[in-house]
């Protein structure tokens, strides 16, 4: 052996078991960032293309200044910064964890004469030597996976996505993923390179971890078991340790909130109304002119899945009961169908009753934003009739950003709409076709109108494909930062237990019991999870909010934060799920532990 460095390579393979959990930590961070720089740059490109069928001079000026262009760039910033402190977390954490467990060999390193600057390089060098096969992997994975995203979004979806290239390379993406890969390593392993350089030869005897952080006073069991409090005295007593344990199941959950943020971005982007129409026959001057009788033919015809109606009345004059003032209030009509929509897309506010609107009531819906004066239960009066406001929509659909403006909008029923205004025909028919509507059966359909009635096909228009794509790739990525989060918790454990693994064969070689000792393990595995659990939670919401200010409120003024439940839900699940599996294997090795083999170590 030449030099000590060439036991990096064979130490590599010695802890090839251990190196795994930091070597997929590595690959994920570098091929998240890969993937979301590279699908941001296919973005830009197509946008690119899209401006040019627009503009024959195109500048790097007119993408930045576009929606799109300042959407992407403002979200792969942001997933950069997020993924790069996540990742840094895992890995430093597994790597500390490594150091802990081979306290021995860096002690009898330092008996044999290597020098606290050259552990530093070791332990530097040897994380560097994980990036040889895990930054590889994940460039390919990131650029296969956009490769495929890509073709997705070109042969399934189309639409807008079209002209979106295939195959591309993107050197944003690679270098991206390279500097990740590298500057995460890097970090992470400053301080266990420093913990390492700390090891005294006389440590070397013991080989234990944990041997320079022994407690100089007796560990306090007053509220809990002794065992119990063993447990948190063990996570809480390796500062360093604790810190970084914490933080990355923190960063998992504010991960997983910080991407929830973008469903909600694409929902705002191409809202998705179960009430959306494929063709639309409106009358020519925008007047109730319409025939019911039209509705009930073309809702017999073959390739028809379902045919409603609207009727419309604006300015009608009307007397807010609790202001005790006039205004001028539009009606709109929805029949059943489109009633239906409205509770199965969730665009009512919370405490509303739609049941009271069906067949002639006297209740109706309101449009809202966060200025409107109306609530549930206000009472409007045209002409002798008194309306209640039985429910409020979360935002105005009948305006071009989505806020009332100051108009006062009012759904009703069908038959509420006609004894108020004595009014019977429709002002427009929406029809919803079958997916293999053939033009025959579309032609069909128009052949019915006369004149005054105006056709539509909206067929193409539709944004559901597209919308299902982006989702897909969302629900992708928190899949991945949950299966990352999952199996991090269960290595981080195993590895924190496995570093004191002395300790627990000689409180057995002492009397305690496998109850016990498992109880020990699942209080550290759970001080940890809750300690995190916490901080993520808080600083995920914080986050979270900010998040979905500058890049949905900001844009859509009518869209109002509230706190995600389901997906805070979802991933504190997973993460209790993953400290309850990862006590039991640690628990059961130690269980395995032969008491007399332990003394004999000690």
């Not at 010695?14 to 795994?20: E, L």
């Not at 946008?47 to 760039?73: C, P």
């Not at 597994?94 to 009898?108: C, E, H, L, P």
């Not at 019991?513 to 209080?523: G, N, V, Y």
Request: with cysteine; aromatic share 8%.
């Amino acid at each position: 052996m030449k030099s000590y460095l060439s036991l990096i390579p064979i130490s590599a393979k010695v802890h090839k078991r251990q190196n795994r959990m930091t070597l997929l930590c590595i690959v994920f961070a570098v091929f998240l960032v890969t993937a979301v720089f590279s699908m941001a740059e296919m973005g830009i490109r197509m946008e690119q293309l899209r401006l040019l069928d627009k503009h024959n001079n195109l500048s790097f000026q007119d993408i930045t200044n576009s929606a799109m262009g300042q959407s992407i760039f403002l979200i792969a910033a942001v997933l950069f910064i997020m993924i790069l402190i996540a990742g840094v977390l895992m890995v430093s954490s597994s790597i500390n964890s490594n150091v802990a467990q081979r306290t021995k060999f860096f002690g009898m390193m330092r008996c044999i004469g290597m020098s606290k600057r050259q552990i530093i390089r070791f332990v530097r060098l040897e994380a560097l030597n994980w990036c040889k096969a895990a930054v590889p992997i994940g460039l390919v994975l990131g650029i296969v996976v956009t490769w495929g995203l890509c073709a997705v979004l070109r042969f399934c979806v189309g639409e807008e996505f079209s002209h979106i290239p295939l195959f591309g390379f993107s050197g944003i993406g690679i270098i991206g993923g390279i500097i990740v890969g590298l500057v995460t390593v890097l970090l992470a392993a400053r301080s266990p390179a420093k913990r390492a350089a700390k090891v005294s030869p006389a440590t070397a005897a013991s080989g234990n971890a944990e041997s320079t952080n022994n407690s100089g006073h007796a560990v306090k069991h007053h509220v809990f078991k002794i065992e119990t409090a063993l447990g948190i005295h063990h996570a809480v007593s390796a500062k360093k340790n604790f810190i970084l344990m914490i933080g990355s199941f923190a960063l998992s959950i504010i991960l997983f909130l910080s991407f929830s943020v973008l469903i909600d971005f694409v929902d705002c982007l191409m809202p998705q109304s179960s009430s959306t129409s494929d063709i639309d026959i409106s009358s020519r001057d925008g007047s109730n002119s319409i025939n019911p009788e039209l509705r009930d033919k073309i809702g017999g015809m073959k390739g028809v899945k379902c045919v409603y109606g609207r009727r419309s009345c604006f300015q009608v004059p009307a007397e807010l009961k609790d202001k005790q003032r006039s205004r001028d209030v539009d009606l709109i009509s929805y029949d059943d169908f489109d009633l239906d929509c409205l509770k199965k897309d969730r665009m009512l506010k919370r405490g509303s009753d739609l049941s009271k609107v069906y067949k002639d009531s006297r209740y109706v819906l309101a449009t809202w934003d966060k200025d409107s004066s109306l609530q549930i239960g206000s009472k409007i009066k045209i002409d002798n009739d008194e309306l209640e406001i039985a429910g409020l929509l979360k935002h105005d659909p009948f305006s071009s950003n989505g806020l009332t403006n100051g108009k006062i909008t009012l759904i009703t029923s069908g038959q509420t709409f006609s004894r108020l205004t004595g009014i019977t025909d429709y002002s427009l028919i929406m029809i919803q076709t079958a997916k293999n509507i053939s033009d025959k059966e579309v032609s069909a359909i128009n052949g019915l109108l006369n004149k005054n009635e105006v056709f539509k096909d909206r067929r193409d228009q539709r944004t559901t494909g597209t919308y299902i794509a982006f989702v897909s790739c969302v629900y992708a990525f928190l899949s991945i930062i949950t299966l990352v989060t999952v199996l991090n918790i269960i290595n981080s454990i195993s590895m924190s237990v496995s570093a004191r693994i002395k300790q627990y064969g000689a409180m057995r070689a002492v009397g305690m019991d496998e109850h016990q000792i498992m109880k020990m393990i699942a209080a550290e595995a759970f001080t940890y999870a809750i300690s995190g659990c916490i901080i993520g939670c808080v600083a995920g919401l914080l986050i979270s909010k900010f998040l979905y200010g500058i890049m949905i409120t900001s844009h859509f003024s009518y869209a109002v934060w509230t706190v995600p439940v389901v997906p805070l839900l979802v991933i504190l699940i997973f993460v209790f799920a993953a400290a309850v599996a990862a006590v039991w294997a640690p628990a059961k090795r130690i269980r395995n532990i032969s008491v007399t083999e332990t003394i004999n170590e000690l």
